[in-house]
């Protein structure tokens, strides 16, 4: 019986077939929700390597205007 996928794997598998795919268009619903802090810091960084890849859109939904203002700043 194959167990059941951590959300944490889940979100990593997620956004690495998202920089090696052909995908236009990602959407973020709270991507560092319930994050410990470790965690928020590598998802973020994750986040930043995709978003500057050519031809993508980027949509981040989040309740965290810091997490927005870290994203969005630079």
Same mark, same amino acid.
């Given at each position: 019986m194959r167990a059941a996928t951590a959300p944490r794997q889940r979100q990593r598998r997620g956004s690495d077939h @998202?920089?090696?795919s052909r995908t236009s268009?990602?959407?973020l619903d709270e991507p560092t929700r319930r994050s410990?802090?470790?965690?928020q810091a590598e998802v973020l960084n994750l986040l930043e390597e995709v978003?500057? @890849?050519p031809q993508l859109t980027f949509l981040m939904v989040s309740h965290d205007l810091a997490i927005i203002t870290h994203m969005w700043s630079g």
């Open positions: @998202a920089r090696s268009i990602l959407l410990t802090p470790r965690w978003r500057r @890849a």
